[in-house]
């Protein structure tokens, strides 16, 4: 399969087509998945997430750039919350991030497409052809769209929150869950006023924690923190590489578990639209002469004779 080969020397445009294939075509994917299933699973995730506006493009960007100075293979997936329609998430990271591209670094956006939360079946699969195609890490880009990052943080192996002092209500922000899952925080945008009683707030209300994570000051601007924030992911990387094979195995057993869910609601879905102990039910219910709960119950017993 020619697909494979150029796969496999990470040719850009074979790198676009593998992935419109994963997010477009279920069949195809199958077919793929089965040849390089294999060879994934080896890269290091890194989930960089946090409020809109934080400025995380312009700092993966910066980043990618440094990761490459030390020796990695860095590509950055960017999830669109919208759709592949509004364009505007889109266009606004390529352009930001354009430098890195010039380097080498391989950046798409992938629309959520809502399926079980925001990070669909389409980001796996992405991140496994990435990985075939031999890039190491993976940055996963969220815009920050409530559930995606907690979401994130199960997918990734390191998970980055930014914030930036603009963020008027960026103590809440703190407060919101965002607590428990970040292994780095980053002030951005460290060149504006706030930025100190920001960080100083980061630190009293999470670097007390247990995980003891790390946390930084970056500005793209000033070009300050990048190098030292990029250098802290490269030691993480080799200090999670122990727990990192734990992590896949949990991964994979989530995955499994949504697909075969997937497959038995997409069966029942059939089942139901032909089934008549449905409809026979369908009317009691409509007429009041069952409940809801007796309804349902009669129906799943046929179903699952």
Do not use: W
């Not at 354009?98 to 629309?111: F, K, L, N, P, Q």
């Not at 922000?173 to 965002?178: A, E, M, P």
């Not at 069966?267 to 809801?292: A, E, G, H, N, R």
Request: net charge positive; charged share 30%.
């Amino acid at each position: 399969m020619e697909l494979l080969a150029d796969l496999k020397k990470g040719k850009r445009g074979v790198i676009a087509k593998a992935i419109s294939i994963v997010e477009n075509d279920q069949g195809e994917t199958k077919k793929l998945l089965k040849k390089i299933f294999k060879e994934t699973g080896n890269a290091m995730i890194i989930g960089i997430t946090g409020p809109a506006g934080a400025g995380k493009s312009s700092l993966i960007n910066k980043t990618a750039i440094e990761l490459k100075k030390l020796g990695l293979k860095p590509a950055v997936l960017a999830i669109d919350p919208t759709s592949h329609l509004t364009g505007g998430a889109i266009l606004g990271d390529r352009v930001r991030m354009s430098e890195s591209t010039d380097s080498g670094t391989y950046i798409r956006s992938i629309a959520s497409r809502g399926a079980s939360g925001a990070v669909s079946r389409s980001l796996r699969n992405s991140i496994r052809v990435l990985e075939y195609a031999g890039f190491n890490p993976i940055i996963i880009e969220s815009v920050g769209a409530g559930q995606t990052e907690v979401e994130i943080s199960n997918i990734a192996d390191i998970t980055v929150v930014v914030f930036n002092p603009n963020t008027g209500d960026s103590i809440q922000t703190i407060k919101s869950g965002l607590t428990e899952i970040g292994d780095i925080y980053l002030v951005n945008k460290s060149d504006l006023p706030g930025t100190n009683q920001l960080f100083d707030a980061v630190r009293d209300f999470i670097g007390d924690s247990e995980r003891n994570p790390k946390i930084l000051k970056t500005s793209v601007k000033k070009n300050s923190g990048i190098k030292a924030f990029a250098k802290a992911l490269k030691d993480m990387m080799s200090a999670k590489k122990k727990i990192q094979k734990e992590k896949l195995l949990e991964r994979l057993e989530v995955e499994l578990k949504d697909i075969v869910l997937n497959n038995i609601k997409e069966k029942m879905d059939d089942m139901l639209d032909s089934d008549k102990t449905f409809s026979k039910y369908l009317k009691k219910l409509q007429s009041k002469s069952i409940d809801p709960f007796q309804a349902g119950d009669k129906i799943t017993k046929s179903l699952l004779k």
